[in-house]
């Protein structure tokens, strides 16, 4: 009687175990869920148009909210004046909202939008003052030789285009 009950119960492990290992073997072969397939999508890159004086260059906007914003406001014109032998700057036509968090230093050749003074700017080249006093929010990045803002008049219209 004895080793009856101990087939019984060494059949009963085995096919519990056999249970189990056909449960994982099918969960390991199920194709994984994706979150949010949208990410896995890459965005198209967004190109714009910008005229500075006699020269011309191309933006890749990047996907930030401030970026889609100012897209949707181009064609548009500012005035804007060499700083601090780093960067171009001007007044925005209007405010924007922005919804990103904004940083405090920059990388040459990003397209900026700033809320405190509402200005877009151009930073172009590192100084010994990479800090900056107001946050700024980046938009984008200038495609090709950044040389190009050295060229420039201290003040120039940059218009700005889709």
Known sequence: MFVKECS???????LCFCVGLCAAQESS????????????????EVLIKVTAGNREFQVALNSTPEAKLFYSQLPLSVSMGRFGGREFYG????????????????????????????????????????NLT???????????????????????????SK
Do not use: W
């Open 134 to 160: 107001m946050a700024v929010y980046p938009m984008g990045s200038v495609l090709g030789n950044l040389n190009l803002f050295h060229e420039l008049d201290d003040s120039v219209t940059f218009h700005f």
């Open 8 to 14: 019984v119960v060494a059949c009963a492990s085995f």
């Open 91 to 130: 007044s925005m036509p209007g405010k924007m909202k922005v919804s990103s968090e904004g940083q405090y230093t920059f990388k040459d050749g990003t397209l900026t939008y700033c809320p405190t003074n509402h200005t877009v700017a151009f930073f172009y080249a590192q100084t010994s003052r990479p």
């Open 29 to 44: 072969v199920k194709e994984p869920v994706l979150q949010n397939p949208i990410e896995t999508v890459q965005q198209k």
